[in-house]
Antibody, heavy 125, light 107 residues
Framework: EVQLVESGGGLVQPGGSLRLSCAAS????????MTWVRQAPGKGLEWVAN????????YYVDSVKGRFTISRDNAKNSLYLQMNSLRADDTAVYYC??????????????????WGQGTMVTVSS | AIQMTQSPSSLSASVGDRVTITCRAS??????LGWYQQKPGTAPKLLIY???TLQSGVPSRFTGSGSGTDFTLTISSLQPEDFATYYC?????????FGQGTTVEIK
């Protein structure tokens, strides 16, 4: 079965750090871009970061640049999100997402086809 | 960052109704747009990508259209399992940005 399972969430104080992990199974992680998406309680979805198949390219939303680092270990079929200098507004469910990129007519399209169940991060004193 | 504005924010509809949700981009994004459905307490699910391509396994009552700045998601005949929140997502530029969501409620 193709699935993603996140772990590492929890309660952390403002200014603290947390490392999220995402274990992939049923497919070869190295063949896909991967993405983190978050959702604050009662709010909408926010794209956070993504990483190319080989880890050679990474993109971030402005609000986490310099604080969060996305990485991957394809040999372990795992994706990570290192979160430092955490703030209250980072409180959210964090989803690990597979991007089955589609190529058509010279254009690449994101296809977020597999989502994990999410892991909750709470930043509070 | 490209802003995505959905309308309405919520709507009430009955089973069998035709429902249309719109998404407007703050600049042209070709057809680089996806639609996602989310039910309470669960992860989002991909419905449509490239503005109009139906994801495998998604019922044909869902259709997407549009290009440039204006996009629509249409549910031709609303089913009980379609009551959920819908989000558009542009993948034309970084950072990717979602619309604020449209909640479809039972009338």
């Amino acid at each position: 079965e193709v699935q993603l399972v996140e772990s590492g969430g929890g309660l952390v104080q403002p200014g603290g750090s947390l490392r999220l992990s995402c274990a992939a199974s049923g497919f070869t992680l190295s063949a896909y871009w991967m993405t983190w998406v978050r959702q604050a309680p009662g709010k909408g979805l926010e794209w956070v970061a993504n990483i190319k198949e080989d880890g050679g390219l990474r993109y971030y939303v402005d609000s986490v640049k310099g604080r969060f680092t996305i990485s991957r270990d394809n040999a372990k079929n795992s994706l990570y999100l290192q979160m430092n200098s955490l703030r209250a507004d980072d409180t959210a469910v964090y989803y690990c997402v597979r991007d089955d990129t589609s190529y058509d007519g010279g254009v690449y399209y994101d296809v977020f086809d597999i989502w994990g169940q999410g892991t909750m991060v709470t930043v509070s004193s | 960052a490209i802003q995505m504005t959905q309308s309405p924010s919520s709507l009430s509809a009955s089973v069998g109704d035709r429902v249309t949700i719109t998404c407007r981009a703050s600049q042209g994004i070709r057809n680089d747009l996806g639609w996602y459905q989310q039910k309470p307490g669960t992860a989002p699910k991909l419905l449509i990508y490239a503005a109009s391509t139906l994801q495998s396994g998604v019922p044909s009552r869902f259709t997407g259209s549009g290009s440039g700045t204006d996009f629509t998601l249409t549910i031709s005949s609303l089913q009980p399992e379609d009551f959920a929140t819908y989000y558009c997502l542009q993948d034309y530029d970084y950072p990717r940005t979602f619309g604020q969501g449209t909640t479809v409620e039972i009338k």
